[in-house]
């Protein structure tokens, strides 16, 4: 039996041998004025996978975000740039109707080559075991109102980091959790496009609640993942010109960072 996440990032070629595919896009990734933008990546990549099933895991992408895109019929078009013997880069447009929500240039290969080779300083952020941490059914209702897509996941917050949530911000900047599907699906290199974009934005931890639409996006997946949960923190720097950065960094439950991402944001608003 598929998985709800399988089922709802589904996509179906129209034509035999084409590269065009159709998609329907489920209201319960809404956020805000719109789908959420990870949920969105995970259809693309679905995509640009059947496009290039000998090169089927994303390792670059990158997405900007022209206008919402909402629930129900779309259609994602794929073009091949270049395939060599490793790596391929494509191109490819989510669109509804007549217009073009998001266009994408990613870049494909295979996660299993060279699997075991790992040169690496990084070391995985500090987060308390799950009974320690705060559970997002206790999000507040102002916040499921505009995020109804916190339904489709569990999200075990840091206690540190949720201040927010009960009208304490501390202006850290910074959010971590647990992450897993609701149904337990194991994660893999396409869910990862969705997990780098599924926390709330960290401008939250400076009491500015509301939908921050996404600019653009690019992630890095650097493994695929080990099953059992992920943990997952964005950090921003810099807030300017009514506009943020959130860096994101996901590791898996082999302590092995996963998948990496940066986005530029707009600051949130609640319409």
Known sequence: MSSIFDTQTAVTPTTEGGTTYAATLDAGWKVGGGLNGGYLLAVIGNALRATLPSKPDPLSISAYYLSATTDGPAEVDVRVLREGGS????????????????????????????ANDVRTSAAPFDLPPRERCVPNTMAPESL?????????????????HIGWAVGEPNDSGELSAWFRLEDGRDPDPIELLLVVDALPP??????QLGWAPTLE?????????????????HVTRNIAGG??????????????????SRQLARLPRTG
């Open 217 to 233: 996006l690019t992630a890095h997946v650097r493994a695929k993942p080990a099953p059992g949960w992920l943990r997952v923190r």
């Open 144 to 160: 499921r109102k505009i995020a109804p897509l916190m339904g489709r996941f569990e999200m075990l917050f840091h206690p540190e």
């Open 243 to 260: 506009m943020f950065e959130e860096d994101c960094e996901v590791w898996d439950s082999a302590d092995r960072l996963v998948a990496q």
């Open 202 to 207: 960290v401008m939250f931890t400076f009491g």
């Open 87 to 114: 790596v391929a880069t494509a191109a490819a447009d989510l669109k509804q109707g007549d217009d073009t929500r998001i266009t994408v240039l990613a870049t494909y290969g295979d996660l299993d080559r060279d």
